[in-house]
């Protein structure tokens, strides 16, 4: 099969009519403000803010695509920066452009790579990375980066990051991913590699969402839809009304259960590519590291 570049890829996916749930789902869908702003009131982003600190300082939106993060967080009242170094119009630094001029939101916008950032040392108060690091060509050198760009104190939030039990595992998530026969530019990594990466660089781990912790991994699904996802297997034996009882979220044994269930689910989920979330945190004390 002849190799695409990942605009050609995603123009593909977009000409097909079988696949259109997944380009809206994907956010690849036109007009650009209009996917972008169902991103802004998603529950994956509404998710997302809820981790950062008071919007109105410097951002940093790594490896931002298409924009609908950075639009996300300019509308939110960050100052924004977007890194992207595909100058695409449809997937790159191109449709930033188009969508900040659309939006009358200031989207900044460089087109470097995140292992060499363009930025002077402690300049940003949040990094957001969507979908970002299992493409770095260097993962230990793109979070030794972000620790260096943010200011003491300052977050970076890692999402959907997909996420190996083994590293044999990674041809199969390879030969499941819709796109990947076309560009070849996915990757995953163990779920240790993401940590060590973050730890040595000398960030805090203050998070870690596993794939039903919380919509912003599990999302296209609602939370309703999650809830039935997970206590299917319960409803099946029981009922799905007095399984609706047990695990409800309106008394405490019900939040008790539900979350038991939850991380169960998620310790039994070996598939590859699975996704995960991280919430890290430059220590004040790291000012002088460097």
């Given amino acids: 099969m002849q190799q695409m570049s990942w605009e050609e890829s995603v123009q593909w996916l977009r000409d097909q009519k079988d696949q259109q749930a997944l380009v809206r789902a994907c956010y ?30 410097k951002a940093l939106d790594l490896g931002a695509g298409r924009g609908i993060s950075s639009y996300a967080m300019a509308r939110d009242g960050w100052d924004v920066t977007a890194l992207e170094p595909d100058p695409s119009m449809l997937v790159g630094a191109g449709a930033i452009h188009s969508l900040s001029a659309s939006s009358g939101l200031t989207i900044k916008v460089a087109g470097d790579y995140s292992e060499k950032l363009p930025f002077a040392d402690n300049t940003f108060d949040v990094v957001n990375a969507r979908q970002v690091l299992h493409h770095a060509r260097d993962l230990p050198q793109t979070c030794r980066e972000v620790f260096r760009v943010l200011k003491p104190g300052g977050v970076m939030i890692a999402t959907r990051e997909h996420v190996l039990s083994h590293r044999e595992d990674l041809q199969a998530f390879l030969d499941a991913h819709a796109l990947h026969k076309f560009y070849g530019g996915e990757n995953a990594f163990l779920l240790q590699e993401y940590l060590s990466a973050m730890t040595d660089a000398g960030l805090h ?47 405490f044994i019900g939040r008790m259960l539900m979350k038991r269930l939850v991380a169960a ?18 220590p004040i004390a790291a000012s002088g590291r460097q």
């Fill in 205 to 251: 781990l203050d998070q870690v969402l596993a794939p039903l912790d919380s919509p912003i991994n599990y999302f296209p699904m609602t939370p309703d839809q999650c809830f039935v996802h997970c206590t299917r297997p319960v409803a099946a034996m029981i009922g799905r009304p007095l399984t609706n009882l047990i695990f409800s979220s309106r008394h």
């Fill in 265 to 282: 689910l998620n310790a039994r989920d070996q598939t590859p590519g699975r996704l995960y979330s991280f919430l890290a945190v430059k």
């Fill in 28 to 57: 690849f869908d036109d007009p650009l403000q209009d996917a972008a702003e169902r991103f802004w009131a998603s529950t994956e982003w509404k998710a997302i803010a809820a981790l950062l600190p008071t919007p109105g300082g």
